[in-house]
């Protein structure tokens, strides 16, 4: 049995069947985020017989499915870097990041569907049907592949090639929807209430705030048992923020981890609505995002109610950035860390020099940037900001004229 705690009305739900969102809980209609987003109450039961309260913790160990579909779809255990040139070049000494680039489909949306496939293979449920930007979408078709299972995937049509091709060759089917990725999670929800499956959609099954915890138990080992002083996370829909929070919070449940880290949850410019909602004390829905950072383009944050409680209870923040500060941030993780990130993910530096520009943080403090996503899923982006060289004969002459 799995208990469920509402975030719009505190109601608990415990059952071991299959729960989105709260049903007491429908939207206001009043123009503000969806209600009744659901987070598991996590139970240490299991853990605690087998864990003696010293050395690292197994992160799987706290969800709530079982877990021995890992093998075969290891998500997570990402590397922690301690990139040196980049912090020379930023006059720090503790800055870290979390290479979840690195992940099977190469970003963090794999956390999120290895628990959902567990949750599929629990169920005894073979389908699993989501709408996604592309990262998730390609996650859940990467483990669809590895663990046998069927994946129906509504993307906007003007998602990165990169990461629709993945998903097809995967072996997911694939819908490319003509509208934003906001069309595609409603015409997925449509799909999913009509033909069945299990819905992935992000934030609306409760299984993707939930599997993106582990990074924080992670970190927290990495660190040699300790958390950092502040984390940036990339943030559209704030599932990632959300459950990046949820993580910490349960280390603090379990007594050990004393004060959370400070989550700061950096938005692009052209796609704002949760730093603005932050910013303004009131729920704002956008009528459009143009950014360069696609995966964070959302108008309504799936995961908007939440994300503001969780903002408030570590005592973080937002922060926006504007698309330059993010295209010169992934340029410096590439050239001066050998971080090769999307543009989303690079979102976790900008903001993080920013805040050190204008004094919200200062150098000393230990710093984790979630690097969120690869940079190979996105190569317009990388083509952007270079130009390749011509070639040259295959001679000494030719070459010593360029070099
Ligand atoms: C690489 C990457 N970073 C960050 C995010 C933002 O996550 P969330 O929508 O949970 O805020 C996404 C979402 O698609 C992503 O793919």
Redesign the pocket.
Known sequence: MITYVCTTCGKKITTDELVYRCPDCRDRGDGGFQRGNLLVESDFSSLTKTWDGKGALDPLALFPYPMDIHSSFPAGNTPLAHPGRLNRSLGVENLYAKCDFLNPSG???DRASLLVAAQAKHLGINRVVLA?????GAAMSCAGAALGLEIILFVPASAPLEKLATSVYFGARVIPVKGTYDDAFALSLAWSEKHGGINRN??YNPMTIEG?KSASVEIFNQLGGEAPDVVYV????????SGVCKGFEDLKKLGVLERLPRCVAVQSRGSNALYRSWKERGEVILEKTDTIAD??A?CS?A?GEPALQFLSRCSGWAVEVSDGEIAESQARLAREGGLFT?P??ATALAGYIRDREEGRIDGSEKAVLLL??TGYKDMKAVLRGISMPEPVGCTLEEVERVL
């Open positions: 970003s963090y949306k996604s930007t592309g990262n998730a992000t934030a993106k990339p943030a559209g829909d704030g599932v990632i923020y995966s964070l959302v944050p995961c999307e989303s993910s969120t996503g």
